[in-house]
């Protein structure tokens, strides 16, 4: 049994553009399971296509009961193969990714097509299908609904990163991120707690003042 994903998204950038944050995508803000991305091999074909492998490796975020079936020593590291081919005269991109270590516990491949979007030239458009199989006997159909809702959850970052990069390289300022966001709303949750704080130590010091006051007035 294998859970199937289909999903198609849009980027609002070119082909071209898109092409080349493809190249430029790590590191960002929002792809920190990516720890690196080395190039294997890369040829172009004669009839000028770009043949390209690549080899990523990401952290490996098991589920805690999953955690328990395997020995402290397995790497908390997947290694994912990555081959992409490259039509400039067609203006397509397709890629196929695989992850080469942990396959007993679970397989996710994935093939993705970037072409230019039918209704708008200027957009580019992704179709994206996954697979995600598992042979671990007894866990499989967990351990492959656990796979397809972190693939989902890894494929709303990846359209992040893209529009994270593709804002850099057209000279314009990324939006922030959601931990940047954080991170500001909670330093000013700070200032003003301090700031009510300071407030509310100074007017007791002058209802304190005022009332030593008073009572030196009676004496």
């Not at 859970?3 to 070119?14: A, E, H, M, P, T």
């Not at 007993?104 to 491949?109: N, T």
């Not at 005022?210 to 007035?217: E, F, G, R």
Request: proline residues 3%; contains cysteine; hydrophobic residues 40%.
């Amino acid at each position: 049994m294998v859970k199937y994903f289909l999903g198609q998204s849009v980027l609002r950038s070119s082909w071209d553009q898109v092409f080349a944050a493809f190249w430029q995508r790590y590191p960002n803000p929002y792809s920190k399971h990516v720890l690196t991305e080395d190039i294997v091999h890369r040829e172009v074909t004669p009839d000028q296509k770009l043949l390209s492998r690549r080899l990523l490796t990401k952290t490996n975020r098991m589920p805690r009961w999953a955690e328990r079936l395997f020995p402290a020593n397995v790497a908390h590291s997947v290694y994912i193969l990555e081959d992409s081919i490259v039509d400039p005269q067609n203006q397509t991109m397709t890629t196929f990714t695989w992850n080469i270590n942990h396959a007993r516990l679970m397989v996710v491949e994935e093939r993705c097509v970037y072409c230019v979007n039918s209704d708008n030239s200027g957009w580019t458009e992704i179709r994206r299908e996954a697979w995600v199989s598992s042979s671990l006997f007894g866990v499989s159909r967990a351990v492959q609904e656990f796979g397809l809702a972190r693939f989902k959850s890894n494929v709303t970052k990846t359209m992040k990163g893209f529009e994270y990069i593709l804002a850099k390289l057209q000279g314009e300022a990324p939006s922030k991120t959601l931990v940047e966001s954080a991170k500001e709303a909670k330093e000013k949750a700070k200032e003003t707690a301090l700031a009510a704080t300071e407030k509310a130590k100074d007017l007791a010091n002058k209802a304190a003042t005022k009332k030593q006051q008073q009572q030196q007035q009676f004496v």
